[in-house]
Structure formats: C-alpha cells, structure tokens
C-alpha cells in the first residue's frame, strides 16, 4: 500500500470513527469503538473496500498513532479528535510542567482573550513537545507556538488526560496560562 493510500484510508476512517459513523451505518460503543467485521462489512457496502490487512497497517503505520484495536483485536476506535458524543473512558493525570499548542497567527486575538478553547471537538488538543505542536500548527500555515503553564492550571484544579497516543487533552486553556514561544 503506498503512502497515499494509506492517507486517503486513514482520513476515510478519521471522517466515520470520529465525525460521521451514521454515515456508514454505524453507531460508536462507549470507549468510540466499532467492530472490525461491522467495519469492514459497511466500508464494502459503501464501496470503499478495505481488509482486515490494511486495516492492521493502518493501524500500525499511523505516524500519529490516530487508531488502536482493543486488545481482543476484535474492535478498533480512533485514539482522540471525535467531535460525536462519545465517552473514550480517559482517566485523568497529572501533565508535565509545560506543554504546547501549534496555532496560526490569525487565531491569536481570539485566543488572548478567550483562552484556547475546543472549538468543534471535545477537548482542547495539547502537544507534549514543541516539534508535534510545530507540526500540527503548520496545518494551518506559518505556525505559532504557545506554552501552556500546565502544572499552575492544573494546580488550580483543571483536569488534564492523555490520549493513547501521547496527545494531551483538556477542556479549556485561560489566557493566563499562555505565552507564546
Ligand atoms: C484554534 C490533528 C480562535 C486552535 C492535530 C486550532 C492535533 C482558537 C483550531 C489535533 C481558539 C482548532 C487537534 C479560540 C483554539 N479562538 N481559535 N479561542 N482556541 N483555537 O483541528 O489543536 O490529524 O480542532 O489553535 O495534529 O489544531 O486530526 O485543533 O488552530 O493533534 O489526527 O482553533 O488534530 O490531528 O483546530 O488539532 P482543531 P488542533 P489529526
């Protein structure tokens, strides 16, 4: 399977695990997760065939390790970044002193003065190390690099959790607790 391939896969599964199950018939279990077989099964019906091995090389090759079977194998969800209804069943942890956040410069004003805030998804999306927020920044165009004082936020009672692949998610940054890099 080339890496484009594998691009348009992964964004097809990103569209139906996080956003639009319905769309192929299928409806998230508590933890975001859907059987492999039904997956399959919908993603033929659809037309969009896919097999159970490109699904393991999917799951496997992920740079961003956005997928993960359960440990039956028999289940698989997205790790994070659903904007359904959907309880993932993370517990919450205590963050490092300091993580990042890769934003665009037209975002700024917005971000100064309501804090980082979830937008169309369910938790505020934060980067452990300055490269992944560079790399998600760019995204959008010329990123921007915010520090987040995580240890004084949490301190102060918010609840931080990490997703399966090292994302740090929580519900609301305040301005006070950014600077930028
Ligand atoms: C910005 C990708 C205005 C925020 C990435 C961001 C990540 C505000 C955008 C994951 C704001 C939301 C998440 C405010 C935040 N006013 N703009 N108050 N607060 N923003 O995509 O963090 O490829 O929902 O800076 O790699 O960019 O999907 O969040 O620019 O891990 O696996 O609003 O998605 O991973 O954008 O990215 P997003 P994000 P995947």
Redesign the pocket.
């Known amino acids: 399977m080339d890496n484009t391939h594998q691009t348009r896969i992964s964004k097809f599964l990103?569209l139906h695990l996080?956003h639009r199950p319905e769309l192929l018939g299928l409806t998230l279990e508590p933890g975001g997760w859907v059987g492999v077989k039904a997956l399959l099964a919908a993603c033929a019906h659809h037309k969009f065939p896919l097999t159970k091995a490109q699904l393991e090389a999917i799951v496997s090759n992920s740079d961003?390790q956005?997928f993960a079977f359960d440990e039956t194998g028999t289940r698989i969800r997205?790790q994070?970044?659903h904007s359904v209804p959907v309880e993932l069943g993370l517990v919450p942890q205590v963050p490092p002193s300091e993580l990042y956040?890769?934003?665009?410069a037209s975002?700024?004003?917005?971000?100064r003065?309501?804090?980082?805030?979830?937008?169309?998804?369910h938790h505020?999306?934060?980067?452990p190390d300055v490269e992944?927020a560079r790399?998600?920044?760019s995204?959008?165009g010329r990123p921007v690099l915010?520090v987040i004082d995580a240890a004084a936020l949490y301190a102060a009672g918010t609840l931080f959790y990490q997703a399966g692949?090292g994302?740090w998610l929580t519900d609301h940054?305040p301005p006070q607790y950014l600077r930028e890099l």
């Open positions: 990103s996080r961003k956005r997205a994070q970044g956040h890769g934003t665009v975002a700024l004003p917005a971000i003065q309501h804090g980082l805030q979830k937008m169309t998804r505020v999306h934060l980067s992944t790399r998600v920044g995204r959008r915010l692949n994302v940054v």
